[in-house]
Each structure stands twice: as C-alpha cells, then as structure tokens.
C-alpha cells in the first residue's frame, strides 16, 4: 500500500496571502507515461469533496485559476495563489497509482 | 448537469448488511466508472472500490474484498454498494463518485450516505 503524508495538517490563512500544502508518498507516483497519479481534493465544511487537480498539475473542469499543483514522483504540492474566505476546508491528496489512498487532511481556516 | 443522489441515511445492527444506492443522471451513464469511499465521523477519506457500468468490471480496495459488493444497473442508471457482515467501525458517510474518465479520479460526488452501526 502507498502511503500519503500531508504538512501541515492545520493551516490558519488570511485572505489575499498565498498558501500551500505538501503531499509526500511513500513510493513514486509518476507513471512511464509521463504523468503523476495525483489529485487533490478539497471537503468544504458540511459538504461532499470537489476534485481540484488531477494527474498531479491539470485543473479540474471549473477549478479557480489560483489553484495549482506541482511536483513530481513522491513530492507535491498545492498551491494558491491569493486565498478567498470560499477556500477553507479540508485539502486531501490522493494516489491513483495504485489501489488508491489518501493522505491524512490538511484543514485550512482562516487567521 | 452530472447529478449524483444517494439514497437515505441507515441504521444497521452489527452482523446485519446495508445497500447504499446512488441514481445516475446528466451524462452517458455506461461511459464512466463509479468510486465508492467512505468517511468515518470526524476521520478522513477512504477509498473502498471501483466499477465500470461497461462491463461490470470491478476493483476493490484489499481491506474490503470479500465484505463488499460493487453493482450497477444500465436500464436505471442506479450504483450500488453492499456492505455485509457490519461492525460498528464501519459507522460512517458512504459516497459514490462518477470517475473523471481515468478510473480513480472521481470528479462528481453525490451528497453522502450516512450508514450508523449499532446494537
């Protein structure tokens, strides 16, 4: 089983700065095609998870430009750029290489 | 649109089976795969198994092979998800999500099942 680690699990941010979160597997999600099998999703207090980035980097449909994902085989990161009130929630990261796992939450709130 | 809409909350004595079923509508209901995943209260997310209305073609996670069964139905658009022999640790929020078109990746989520164990 791959194994997903997240840091930090708590992030307080204040609207308008830029955030970020760090995903690490435990062996190398990129694919001899080229891609990483990584998403990212985000659980808004009270509702289901949203997909925001899939295959490691690619917005999903309707996903605010100021979400990004970067990184490569077994470290990634998400990013956003200026963070809205909107943002806050659980962020998970999840393998797809494999028999899929999430890493353990990151729960961002604001300052 | 992509809907997804569960079916009600449960209540389940421990040994007993449930049947969460989720209702298909808004896109070509064969061409993509349905996620199961479960979320223990105030826990994180758990990824239980994959199937294909194509052809029926199924993958489940190791911790639930044998205890989960994974179906759809094409002539109602309807997924569902058994889950036997009931534990009160698998009191949880059951999902099923439409994948993305890469099997894992589930870019549609229906509202949660509330499934609660107890004696």
């Known amino acids: 089983e791959i194994v997903m680690t997240q840091s930090p699990l708590s992030l307080p941010v204040t609207p308008g700065e830029p955030a970020s979160i760090s995903c690490r597997s435990s062996?190398?999600?990129?694919?001899?095609?080229?891609?990483?099998?990584l998403d990212w999703y985000l659980q808004k207090p009270g509702q289901s998870p949203q997909l925001l980035i899939y295959?490691?980097?690619l917005r999903a449909s309707g996903v605010p430009d100021r979400f990004s994902g970067s990184g490569s085989g077994t470290d990634f990161t998400l990013e956003i750029s200026r963070v809205e009130a909107e943002d806050v929630g659980v962020y998970y990261c999840?393998?797809?290489?494999?028999?899929?796992?999430f890493g353990p939450g990151t729960k961002m709130d604001i300052k | 649109q992509v809907q997804l809409v569960q079916s009600g909350a449960e209540v389940k004595k421990p040994g007993a089976s449930v049947k969460v079923s989720c209702k298909a509508s808004g896109y070509s209901f064969n061409m993509f795969g349905f996620n199961w995943v479960r979320q223990a209260p105030g826990q994180g997310l758990e990824w239980m198994g994959w199937?294909?209305?194509?052809?029926?073609?199924?993958d489940y996670a190791q911790k639930f092979q044998g205890r989960v069964t994974l179906t759809t139905d094409t002539s109602t658009n309807m997924a569902y998800m058994e889950l036997r022999t009931l534990r009160s640790d698998d009191t949880a929020v059951y999902y099923c999500a439409r994948d993305r078109s890469g099997k894992y990746s589930s870019a549609y989520w229906g509202q949660g099942t509330l499934v609660t164990v107890s004696s």
């Open positions: 199937i294909t209305p194509f052809n029926g073609e199924t």
């Open positions: 295959l490691g980097s």
């Open positions: 999840m393998q797809t290489l494999q028999s899929p796992t």
């Open positions: 062996q190398s999600l990129l694919h001899n095609n080229g891609y990483n099998y």
